[in-house]
């Protein structure tokens, strides 16, 4: 952490150079003169900075900030949708510290201005505020900052790095969504009564109305006084308080992934889910979740209320930081490597192998190569990503971040610390691009036999990628659920509002072309839910999910 060089003082210095050259070459003594007087001003400036930075070295300089709650209800945050990022400089040197620019390392979904110049006084503390913006919903952190200390004359700076990870919460966005499903006469009866009512016939309920008798009603629905009276056969119809039992499933596969941050299909089912969870909620329903890919991925029981609400919404979001072996493309070289270097610039903490042991020797079990060729250790870099996640776990109340950390999976035990580490510092993994045949249709299978008990309804937000490879197994899944008399219904993402626009002549065509060749490779597994009797419905982001449904009747 040495004083360097700016542009302008590499021009003085590149200046005074050339003073001195050409006054030796033309024997000129003011010419020298002046030039070495340059690069005595430059040397005497240069120690007149090098405080700073043995101030830095000692840890005279600190950084913090936190991030205030939004304008929104809750003051939760919510993607799409900017807040404020507060820092706090403190000087606690005894020289005044003048920051010239502050680079903030973030996760890549965030996206945050770069703060204003401040000037901090000895022993004083700035605070400056900034905007920052989640382009999708997640846990997302915050890892560190970097800040270039300058002097008035802007001829030297000195670049330190500070870390301070903190985690940002995003929520979904608030988006409108009604039913893409009728409501089920045969609701799933429950101890607590629904918020809506289902026009239905029967001998229970409260009275709705009285009509004239029409083909089909049974003679017990028959009111006998209002009959006699009207001197006509009249029916009662009656209106009866139901609770409907709801499953979303949630496509978190690679091809729902395509796309910039924000706008892919993945954002889209994360937003719908949690629109139709909270739609479900408000009316008294139950509602399950289950995220899958080529097996399930994460879930959530079916249960009711505003609190399973965000216990639904706490799922959706870890779609976006996948850690596990089987769903990420990271080497164990490159996972250990992209760790080291982490820790090497958050905790200042080396695990960097300097010379390889002898060939028979037993350590070489824990020691892996990475992918520039560097050795690392994997039993020490276990013990202090164990060590990094227990000091955090201790300070769990709720117990969410302990639940996280148990799902995180790897065949290799040695590399499991590692992975649990990655998920509690938000380090993000290259998501598994390609799956053996038919595993698609497995995962989804399998999502399906996780359902329990009666359902009315299933919601599969999904792209149908590779749905089509084995049809055995997934009619298998999709029978099951209609024998137990559940509508399903999958919604698709459009895929001409997921591409950016074109003006060009050429880029329309090239946009109409991915289009229809994305609705021919999706037209079979398109065919065969409908075949099964499962409603395909193609939606737009931002709209409804479907019509608002008539009461008391059930799909087809």
């Known amino acids: 952490m040495i004083p360097r060089l700016t542009a302008r003082g590499r021009w003085v210095l590149g200046s005074a150079v050339m003073f001195i050259a050409v006054g030796a070459i033309i024997a000129s003594p003011p010419l020298v003169a002046m030039g070495g007087m340059m690069m005595a001003v430059l040397l005497a400036l240069h120690l007149a900075f090098f405080p700073v930075a043995i101030m830095l070295r000692r840890k005279k300089v600190e950084l913090s900030w936190w991030v205030a709650p939004s304008d929104s209800a809750g003051g939760a945050l919510t993607a799409d949708r900017p807040f404020a990022l507060h820092i706090a400089y403190r000087n606690h040197g005894s020289r005044r510290l003048r920051i010239l620019s502050t680079s903030i390392l973030s996760s890549s979904s965030l996206a945050v201005d770069t703060p204003p110049i401040a000037s901090i006084g000895r022993g004083q503390q700035v605070e400056c505020v900034t905007s920052a913006l989640a382009r999708a919903c997640g846990y997302w952190h915050l890892h560190g900052a970097s800040l270039i200390f300058g002097e008035p004359l ?54 709705r109305e009285i009509r004239e008798h029409a083909s089909g009603d049974g003679f017990k629905y028959i009111a006998w006084k209002a009959s006699a009276r009207k001197r006509r056969l009249m029916v009662r119809d009656l209106e009866t308080e139901i609770v409907s039992t709801q499953m979303v499933l ?44 080529a097996r399930p991925v994460f879930e959530a029981p079916i249960d009711s209320g505003h609190s399973h609400y965000l216990k639904i919404v706490d799922r959706l979001l870890e779609a976006n930081c996948i850690v596990d072996d089987d769903l990420t493309d990271v080497t164990s070289g490159e996972l250990v490597g992209q760790i080291a270097r982490y820790l090497a610039h958050q905790e200042a903490i080396d695990v960097r192998v300097p010379a390889g042991p002898a060939l028979d020797d037993p350590k070489w079990n824990s020691i892996v190569a990475g992918a520039d060729g560097q050795l690392y250790d994997i039993a020490v870099t276990g013990k202090i990503a164990n060590r990094l996640v227990d000091a955090v776990l201790t300070r769990d109340k709720q117990g969410s971040l302990r639940r996280m950390m148990s799902n995180c999976r790897d065949a290799d035990k040695q590399l499991v610390p590692l992975r649990k580490f990655c998920r509690l510092r938000g380090i993000e993994l290259p998501y598994r691009a390609h799956w053996e045949h038919g595993r698609r249709s497995v995962g989804l299978a399998d999502a399906v036999a996780r359902i329990e008990g009666r359902v009315d309804v299933v919601y599969l937000l999904t ?92 799909a087809a």
């Open 154 to 207: 802007g001829l030297f700076d000195i670049e330190a790095y500070f870390p301070n990870p903190i985690a940002v919460k995003v929520f979904p966005r608030g988006m409108p969504y009604r039913s893409a499903a009728p409501r089920a006469i045969g609701a799933s009866p429950h101890e607590r009564m629904g918020l809506h009512q289902v026009r239905r016939r029967g001998l229970a309920g409260e009275l």
């Open 250 to 293: 949630v496509d978190v596969g690679a091809d729902m992934r395509q796309g910039p941050m924000g706008a892919s299909a993945l954002d889209w089912a994360l937003e719908t889910a949690a629109g139709i969870t909270h739609e479900a909620t408000q009316r008294g329903d139950r509602i399950g979740l289950i995220g899958f890919d």
């Open 463 to 554: 792209d149908l990628a590779g749905f089509d490879e084995d049809t055995t197994v997934l009619r298998r899944a999709i029978g099951k659920l209609r024998q137990r008399g559940t509508t399903v219904v999958a919604l698709v993402p459009a895929l001409a509002q997921r591409l950016p626009p074109s003006e060009s002549e050429h880029g329309k065509r090239v946009r109409q072309l991915l289009i229809a060749d994305w609705q021919q490779q999706r037209t079979a597994a398109k065919r065969l839910l409908q075949a099964l009797g499962v409603r395909v419905s193609e939606v737009h982001r931002g709209a409804s999910t479907g019509p608002t449904p008539a009461s008391g009747r059930r």
